[in-house]
């Protein structure tokens, strides 16, 4: 289907839906200047991944992954929300959209106004200490320590969820709730290939919903468990549809 096609596809299905949801990836805040894992932009040519976001690589040494996690935190507190972000939290305010699950943990859906937004993978914004357990917010911590560490002397992790740990189970409870609940699903900026997030749309299929994904390129979900896939800018098509369902 050509682009201007799908493009009113969505616009009609987002239009009949009562309970729209969203689930969002790396790539909607990539127009935010934070790099997702695939795409070139610095940050993750130096530190791979799987090898940094890794429980096992932050517990046998936790000073070489604050490298990295202070580089990202750097990143996302100077990012602003873009377009994407801003119309999302305009769906929510005019009762469109019931709740943003995320897996990004930069803040920057709360940052744009979303209310209802499931941090799936965590928050850089707080930090736990591992040993006893104390919460820290992220202004309270020197993160130019290295490593930032508890009043106890405990090098302190932030509550972003790593390769290797499992998904808070509150938000879990709630993302498949929001999942089984909803009877459309937009997925944005998501290559849908770490799991348990990349079940997600799964799940909302499974509860009757439609899932209309929007990507630069096409994913795992594409012409599978999505409905329609739009081809684009996260930045350019959430506000596209939003303005095309609900009027300026
Ligand atoms: P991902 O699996 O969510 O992949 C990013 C996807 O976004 C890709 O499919 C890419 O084609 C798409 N994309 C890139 N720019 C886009 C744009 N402008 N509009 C629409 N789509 C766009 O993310 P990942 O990078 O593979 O990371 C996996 C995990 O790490 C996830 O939990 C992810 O959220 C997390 N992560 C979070 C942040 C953040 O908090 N901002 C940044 C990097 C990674
Ligand atoms: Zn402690």
Known sequence: MDQTGAL????????????????TGAGISVESGVPDFRGAGGLWEKYDPFEYAHIDSFQADPA??????????RIVTRA???????????????????AVITQNVDSLHQRAGSQNVIEFHGSHAR??????????????????????????????????????EAIPPSALELAVQTALGCDLM????TSAVVAPASMVPALAVRGGAK?????????????RVADLTLLGRAGEVIPYLVEAVLGP
């Open 211 to 223: 899932v209309v994904e929007i990507n630069l390129e096409p994913t795992e979900l594409t012409g």
């Open 8 to 23: 009113s596809r969505a616009v009609e299905m987002i239009g009949r839906a009562d309970r729209v949801a969203a689930l």
């Open 127 to 164: 930090l736990t200490c591992p040993e006893c357990g104390r919460g820290y917010g992220r202004e309270e911590v020197d993160l130019d320590a290295d490593p930032p560490r508890c009043g106890c002397g405990q090098a302190l992790k932030p509550d972003v969820v790593f390769f290797g």
């Open 80 to 98: 602003d929300p873009n377009p994407a972000h801003l119309a999302l939290a305009e769906m929510e305010r005019r009762g469109k959209l019931t």
């Open 64 to 73: 070489k992954v604050w490298h990295m996690l202070r580089e990202m935190d």
């Open 186 to 189: 937009l997925v944005i900026g």
